[in-house]
């Protein structure tokens, strides 16, 4: 495992927890993420996942999915989610 962490471009961490509660999908999306995000966003979408990833490191696993469940049902598209994180 370790010699193939330091050649991959994305890294998804599971979470036994979230999936014990039927959260799906169940991922740490804390500790989960990509080293290059900053060639799949633009600079504008880039600083609001700054945003939501330093929101999402201040809560628990479970915790912080459903948050982004939450913020996603009251959202119509990708766009629209991303204009609720403000700078």
């Known amino acids: 495992f370790?010699?193939?962490k330091g050649t991959g471009n994305?890294?998804?961490v599971l979470d036994r927890?979230?999936?014990d509660r039927r959260i799906y999908p169940s991922f740490d999306i804390i500790k989960s993420g990509t080293r290059k995000e900053e060639l799949l966003?633009?600079?504008?979408h880039l600083g609001r996942i700054w945003i939501l990833r330093k929101l999402l490191n201040e809560m628990k696993v479970i915790e912080a999915m459903e948050?982004?469940?939450?913020r996603m049902r009251r959202t119509k598209n990708n766009?629209?989610?991303?204009?609720?994180m403000n700078y």
Not at 67 to 70: A, R
């Open 41 to 44: 966003l633009s600079k504008k």
């Open 10 to 12: 994305m890294e998804l």
């Open 2 to 4: 370790e010699e193939f």
């Open 79 to 84: 766009e629209e989610f991303m204009d609720t």
């Open 67 to 70: 948050f982004l469940q939450d």
């Open 17 to 19: 927890r979230l999936s």
